[in-house]
């Protein structure tokens, strides 16, 4: 993603939206994601500030949670559960949650007001149907006329919001939004990653293969990644505006063309 300046009089909006997400990055060169995340977004608000922007909002992640636990369905801003610091595989999340106080810092010393979008996961236009993103290499699988394979056992939640209602949601939270109030990004339509490959080929090629690579564990409670969005809905009017199949049939258009 880029980051974005829109000219407003004497004022500007700034969308900081640039950074380092590859899950390969994030095990190969810690540091380097690390620094990037938090040194961008420091030289981006200081850009801001100095320039007297008015508004400016922060593309963070949900990934601020940490784990999502056991019981709870759908993830509250108002949690306050945080990522290991111990493992570097939490280097993506700690960067977003450093630049969510650098926003806090910067608004206290400056007039900018600052918006915090803490996204989830996505579908549409430019996702890559090659790296480590299900519903990207469910629908890769089916233009390709491979089978669809899940690596793991399926059962993982996760939700996906469309990236035009993504927009959308990013528009209003940078012109509408209270300063330094987060809000979740996302769907609140879970499905499990067996279903997710179930509906891509519903949606896609009724006749595509599903090929399970694990077994569940019976009884084991099922990794979530899925957001509460009830203050988007409540404070901002915001809502899910393109159901998960005309997501994916969509995004497999696109890719086609």
């Not at 990934?63 to 509250?76: F, K, N, W």
């Not at 997710?196 to 990644?225: C, D, F, H, S, W």
Request: a negative charge; proline letters at 6%; aromatic letters at 8%.
């Amino acid at each position: 993603m880029r980051n974005f300046v829109f000219p407003a009089g004497e004022f500007g909006y700034v969308i900081h939206a640039a950074t380092g997400a590859r899950t390969k990055e994030a095990e190969d060169t810690p540091l380097d994601m690390l620094s990037t995340i938090i040194a961008g977004t420091e030289r981006t608000l200081e850009f801001a500030a100095t320039h007297r922007a008015q508004k400016f909002l922060l593309t963070s992640s949900g990934a601020v949670y940490g784990r999502q636990p056991a019981g709870l369905t759908h993830v509250p801003e108002s949690y306050a559960g945080a990522p290991d610091s111990l493992v570097p595989a939490s280097v993506y999340a700690e960067g977003k949650r450093i630049s969510e106080l650098l926003c806090s810092i910067y608004q206290e010393k400056s007039s900018l007001e600052c918006k915090i979008a803490r996204c989830w996961a996505f579908c549409g236009p430019h996702l890559p149907l090659d790296q480590h993103f299900a519903v990207g290499n469910f629908i890769g699988d089916v233009l390709a006329g491979r089978p669809i394979q899940i690596l793991g056992d399926g059962t993982p939640r996760r939700s996906y919001l469309y990236a035009a209602d993504l927009v959308i949601w990013l528009w209003t939270l940078l012109f509408q939004a209270p300063a330094l109030v987060p809000f979740n990004v996302g769907s609140a339509r879970d499905v499990s990653i067996l279903e997710l490959a179930q509906a891509v080929a519903a949606t896609l090629n009724p006749e595509a293969e599903i090929r399970m690579m694990g077994k569940a564990v019976q009884g084991a409670e099922p990794a979530r990644y899925v957001p509460s969005i009830g203050r988007a809905r409540e404070m901002l009017g915001l809502r899910e505006f393109t159901a998960l199949e005309e997501a994916i049939r969509r995004t497999a258009a696109w890719n086609q063309e």
